[in-house]
């Protein structure tokens, strides 16, 4: 049996040829208007025929920590400058102090909760980044080398934490999610991607 689409000889058991990447028809030698298709055409027919394995942002619980912090510092400050009984200048400088922290992380908060954005398909892992000017990037999942995760302390009550991504992709060999929720579940289904498309292609992972 040869494959319609390069000729390439597979086994009948085979649902990809192992060349091209090309998906075979069960039961079938040849695919109807194969001729019409490339490979890289019929790989296009498919991804955009497939699910969306996950989509995600950062997450509104990922700067809780940081927001406990920020509020036991706010009120130890304000209790050392009363006990301390400082003057109206001292007082001035105690608050703006505290307002200049607050809106650093609001602003860092809303930042990384809107402008960051994440979307996993069976062959594509996206990401975009901006609030303005979007830039959008694709890494192929069959490129994923390594997919890990960390959390703090914090983050592993609530299931936050942040992936990284290595793979062989120039422009982001190493990506950082920073913020995702289900982080564990999250990475298993990236990694679970990139297994599964290196096998449909016919790769061994552990010779990548």
């Keep these: 049996m040869n494959c319609p689409y390069c000729s390439h000889e597979l086994s009948a058991e085979s649902p990809y040829c192992p060349n091209c990447g090309g998906k075979l028809i069960e039961g079938r030698t040849s695919v109807p208007n194969a001729s019409k298709l490339s490979p890289r055409q019929v790989h296009d027919k498919e991804e955009n025929a497939g699910d969306v394995i996950w989509r995600g942002r950062f997450s509104k619980w990922a700067m809780l920590g940081a927001w406990l912090v920020a509020t036991i510092l706010s009120?130890?400050?304000?209790?050392?400058?009363?006990?301390?009984?400082?003057?109206?200048?001292?007082?001035?400088?105690?608050?703006?102090?505290?307002?200049?922290?607050?809106?650093?992380?609001?602003?860092?908060?809303?930042?990384?909760?809107?402008?960051?954005?994440?979307?996993?398909?069976?062959?594509?892992?996206?990401?975009?980044?901006?609030l303005l000017w979007r830039e959008t990037d694709r890494i192929e999942v069959i490129d994923v080398d390594d997919v890990s995760f960390t959390?703090?302390?914090?983050?592993?009550?609530?299931?936050?934490?942040?992936?990284?991504?290595?793979?062989?992709?120039?422009?982001?060999?190493?990506?950082?999610?920073?913020?995702?929720?289900?982080?564990?579940?999250?990475?298993?289904?990236i990694d679970e991607a990139r297994r599964q498309e290196r096998q449909k292609r016919g790769l061994y992972i552990e010779s990548v």
């Design 151 to 189: 959390q703090g302390p914090i983050e592993r009550l609530l299931g936050v934490g942040t992936v990284r991504i290595t793979s062989s992709d120039q422009s982001h060999p190493l990506l950082v999610l920073p913020g995702i929720d289900e982080v564990q579940a999250v990475a298993h289904r």
């Design 75 to 130: 009120l130890a400050s304000i209790i050392i400058a009363a006990v301390a009984k400082l003057p109206s200048g001292g007082w001035i400088a105690v608050l703006a102090g505290n307002v200049l922290v607050w809106l650093i992380l609001i602003g860092r908060y809303l930042y990384l909760r809107y402008s960051c954005y994440y979307e996993l398909t069976p062959q594509r892992f996206t990401h975009q980044n901006g």
